[in-house]
């Protein structure tokens, strides 16, 4: 890519991240992209163009096709991982309901296990969207969740829901 054609806020996909950011200037020979409210440097071979329309119409679509699952009633918060589950409900008495009274900590090692192997079992899947269903709590599951998914080179964006209790996970297409 030519650097020299960008503009300061031209969106740019980190390719071997897949991340999305804006360009920000460069600096010692790399380019500055800002994802989120975090500046990262990279390799101008590692970088590809974005379509701004492009992108508004996926995460439009995929919007549009969660909300239309919901509103259809295929959404099931419990536990099982069959191809037809949209979602996953991490409190801890939807997951298992004899660990409510164990230690903070083995229950939020529980939810983060069972939320590995959603977001697993989901890219393995190809599903184009998920949500996650932390809860508002102390935030600490959720502050774990959003920083695993901030880097995960399958997710394209991720988003708040449900007023704050709930994540929705779009993920990459390619």
């Known amino acids: ?57 996926t995460l439009n679509a995929h919007q549009e096709a969660f909300k239309e699952r919901t509103r259809m009633d ?18 801890i008495e939807k997951l298992n309901p004899s660990l409510e009274s164990n230690r903070p900590e083995r229950i939020f090692d529980f939810q983060m296990k069972a939320f590995d192997s959603y977001l697993r079992r989901s890219i393995k899947e190809k599903k184009t969207s998920i949500k996650v269903i932390h809860g508002k709590g102390t935030g600490v599951l959720k502050a774990e969740i959003m920083s695993i998914l901030k880097y995960h080179p399958n997710v394209l964006q991720s988003f708040e829901t449900n007023d704050g209790g709930a994540i929705e996970i779009i993920f990459t297409t390619v």
């Not at 790399?30 to 975090?38: A, D, L, P, S, Y």
């Open 74 to 91: 295929k959404l099931n918060f419990g536990i099982s991982y069959n191809s037809e589950q949209y979602s996953i409900d991490l409190h």
């Open 1 to 57: 890519m030519d650097v020299s054609d960008l503009w300061i806020g031209d969106l740019l996909r980190v390719k071997s991240t897949g991340k999305i950011g804006k360009f920000d200037g460069t600096e010692n020979g790399q380019v500055r992209i800002k994802i989120n409210e975090e500046i990262i440097l990279v390799d101008h071979n590692d970088l590809k163009a974005v379509d701004e329309a492009k992108l508004a119409a």
